[in-house]
């Protein structure tokens, strides 16, 4: 077999493999509604899982986990390409340590310092996030360009190509599949960690599930809990449908 003909195989395995997920977390999801609708709710559960109260906390929670994603690329790509390189070398130890520092400090701990600073609400949850999940888009992105063979760069320049049409034609497009594999691993931490965004009144999954811990129903913790670990997986397919998308060819 072929060396195409064998990346053709790998990719639809992996492509098999991931038509699988939504699936079996479609099949999660029914077993939960079939589960919570066998019980006996009383006025409490029933008021928490009414299904206009969980779609409103599901789009806060979506919309807290897009706009932080969102904002955390926005920053930590440029941010990872301009210290990987040359004249950026000796500040890479710095915006490694800050990145480091943001994970480094418990989320629930991040958060509540920032809502002391900043007070509560949407973007104070947000900054949170966007700093607990820079870290690994900000390395894959250093990590990705500074292993990239400098002969291709020193073969592109001999090109007549600028430094910067190396980076946009010929870097950047090497090193998509580590950069997204680091957005993909962010995207999982921010969906995961916007349960606790509730705490701050930015609202979320978060609050069914500490409602339940503090009234002591197990229906609700489980029932939110469960939401909150499906959207984190589906979170993790999509960022693995997007690597697979923006792979380059042959690769």
């Known amino acids: 077999m072929g060396q195409s003909a064998t990346r053709g195989v790998d990719l639809g395995r992996r492509w098999a493999g991931m038509a699988v997920r939504p699936i079996l977390l479609a099949a999660v999801l029914l077993a939960l509604y079939l ?57 890479k130890p710095i915006g490694l340590g800050l990145g480091n520092l943001g994970q480094a400090i418990p989320s629930i701990g991040l958060i509540v310092l920032l809502a002391l600073w900043l007070g509560i609400g949407f973007w104070t949850a947000v900054i949170g996030l966007v700093a607990y999940a820079t870290l690994p888009i900000l390395r894959n992105t250093i990590v990705g360009l500074d292993g ?29 599949p580590v950069i997204m594999a680091g957005v993909r691993t962010a995207l999982v931490l921010t969906v995961a960690t916007a349960a606790l965004a509730t705490f701050i009144g ?50």
């Open 35 to 91: 589960w919570v609708h066998a019980q006996t709710l009383d006025s409490i559960e029933r008021r928490a899982l009414d299904p206009q109260e969980i779609r409103l906390e599901l789009w806060q929670h979506v919309q807290l986990s897009l706009v932080a994603t969102a904002l955390t690329i926005a920053i930590a790509v440029p941010l990872g390409v301009l210290l990987s390189r040359p004249l950026a070398r000796w500040i």
């Open 148 to 176: 990239v063979d400098p002969a291709l760069k020193e073969a592109a320049r001999g090109m007549g190509m600028s430094r910067l049409a190396v980076l946009r034609r010929v870097e950047l497009p090497l090193v998509v």
């Open 202 to 251: 930015a609202g979320g999954l978060g609050a069914g599930l500490v409602a339940g811990i503090k009234l002591n129903r197990p229906t609700l913790s489980l029932t939110f809990g469960l939401l909150a670990a499906v959207l984190a997986l589906f979170a993790d397919w999509v960022g693995g449908v997007a690597e697979e998308v923006m792979r380059p060819r042959g690769i």
